[in-house]
């Protein structure tokens, strides 16, 4: 850590992050790239105010999942059939552009004697989703997070997402939809598993 705060000085806050005045400054950089002036008195408060935003909007860096999702539940009546929470609305960035990515994470798994609570399930979106992402890699590290965890018979993640890169710049296609799965266990060695999920998630509205 030393060694790399040594090279890189920007790196001066303890856990190797920039200093609020470090971040302060690259905002006001920004704002005379984007050709305003930081000085003027609408802009006087707004790197502090991106600065604390950037907590916010990228609080997943700060969170694990295999915190959240440490406690699960046996006295499920025996249950052991598919559980899916769909329409989980998220934000995220592109690591590409850094501008939003707006979709929802439907995620499923097949229980091996143990449940999660639902909430967990939104929350590991969320720690995913408030760091700079591809979709796929947000797809396949919400599978993989629930697999490690919880280590049940098979887990389904669809995201379904309008990119602002693809929108709002570059090739503007507005309203376009980017879907991504990852399967893993059964979901993935079995095809009905497959259509079930699919069916579960769009069979009944
Ligand atoms: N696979 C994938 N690509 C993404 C995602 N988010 C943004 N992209 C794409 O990342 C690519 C970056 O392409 P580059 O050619 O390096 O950058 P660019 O010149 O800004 O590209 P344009 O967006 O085509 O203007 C673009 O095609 C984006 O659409 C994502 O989640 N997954
Ligand atoms: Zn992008």
Redesign the pocket.
Known sequence: MDAIVKNFPALSGTDGRPSQKEAEDAVRVLLRWAGDDPEREGLLDTPARVAKSYKELFSGYDLAAEDVLGRTFEEVGGYDDLVLVKDIPFFSH????MVP?IGKAHVAYLPDGKVLGLSKIARVVDIYGRRL??????TAQIAKAIDDTLQPRGVAVMIE?E?M??AM???QKQGST?L?TTFTGSFKSDPAEQVRFMTMLRGWK
């Open positions: 592109c690591e590409h552009h990515i992402q591809t979709q796929e890699t947000m997402a990119h890169c693809m710049r570059g090739v980017t991504t």
